[in-house]
């Protein structure tokens, strides 16, 4: 399984649509604190419909608990500021991907602590786009790691 890792998310309906993919695919969804809304938001709630009983959902209260609850856990770091590509990624099970909040990202020290696990989705150099939508994102890599692992438990 593949654990989801939102650190301080900002858009109640992202974290609804990120929670219906991993209800869907038996991923572990985890927020970190502060989030930039209630989990109980009707937004919240209704971009994940009644996906939200089948969500497996851990709640920390802040990156530092998340990074000593799970040291030593390979974790790879979802970043505009990596060179690596995702599909260059190797996805074991239990790894961890780590989005960082819509508007800043990940912490830029922690990523630069950490260049080897952070990773990208390419994207038209011609854009004015910063970024990918953070549901899409989330999406796009959780799915090459699941095609990696040729879709555990899914049909």
Known sequence: MIHIVLVEPEIPPNTGNIART???????????K??????????????????????KL?????FED???KYE????WLSTTK??????DADFKDEDMILFGKETAGLPKEYIDSHKDQAI?????????????????AANIVLFEALRQLDFPGLK
């Not at 038996?26 to 970190?32: F, Y």
């Not at 502060?34 to 969500?55: H, M, N, Q, T």
């Not at 030593?72 to 974790?75: A, K, L, N």
């Not at 990596?82 to 599909?87: F, S, V, W």
Request: proline share 4%.
């Open 66 to 68: 998340f990074l000593k």
């Open 22 to 32: 991993a209800a869907a695919t038996g991923s572990v969804l985890h927020l970190v």
């Open 82 to 87: 990596a060179d690596k590509l995702y599909t």
């Open 120 to 136: 990208r989705i390419p994207m038209s150099e011609d854009t004015r786009l910063r970024s990918f939508n953070l549901s899409n």
């Open 72 to 75: 030593g856990r390979r974790m």
């Open 34 to 55: 502060p989030l930039g809304f209630s989990i109980e938001e009707k937004a919240l709630r209704r971009a994940g419909l009644d996906y939200w009983p089948y969500v």
């Open 58 to 62: 851990e709640v920390h209260e802040s």
